[in-house]
Nanobody, 119 residues
Framework: QVQLVESGGGLVQPGGSLRLSCAAS????????LGWYRQAPGKQRELVAV???????NYGDSVKGRFTISRDIAKNALYLQMNSLKPEDTAVYYC?????????????WGQGTQVTVSS
């Protein structure tokens, strides 16, 4: 299927920016949607942003206007540009992919990368 590896997390001050990357490998051709989810301590995992095979995007309400999802098809890479970061953006961020392989639907997750927004 598909393997995902995130990078780019870290500590940033409120108002700062950070760019996350996700490297995809495996059956890339089978991917329908790529996206980012996050999970803060004690909270459920929530959608941050998703981009479809056709390039349409969707964002969680809390990040609209601040975060931008993009992809580089040639590099099999997914990105999340995060601007105007707030302490409430602190979470583990996960790269996500779904698709269909050998007639079966699947979803895949990366191992996660920590983002901490604090002064």
């Amino acid at each position: 299927q598909v393997q995902l590896v995130e990078s780019g997390g870290g500590l940033v001050q409120p108002g700062g920016s950070l760019r996350l990357s996700c490297a995809a490998s495996g059956s890339i051709f089978s991917i329908n949607n790529l996206g980012w989810y996050r999970q803060a301590p004690g909270k459920q995992r929530e959608l941050v942003a998703v981009i479809s095979r056709g390039g349409s995007t969707n964002y969680g309400d809390s990040v609209k206007g601040r975060f931008t999802i993009s992809r580089d098809i040639a590099k099999n890479a997914l990105y999340l540009q995060m601007n105007s970061l707030k302490p409430e953006d602190t979470a583990v961020y996960y790269c996500y992919a779904d698709g269909r392989y050998s007639g079966l639907r699947y979803s895949a997750w990366g191992q996660g990368t920590q983002v901490t927004v604090s002064s």
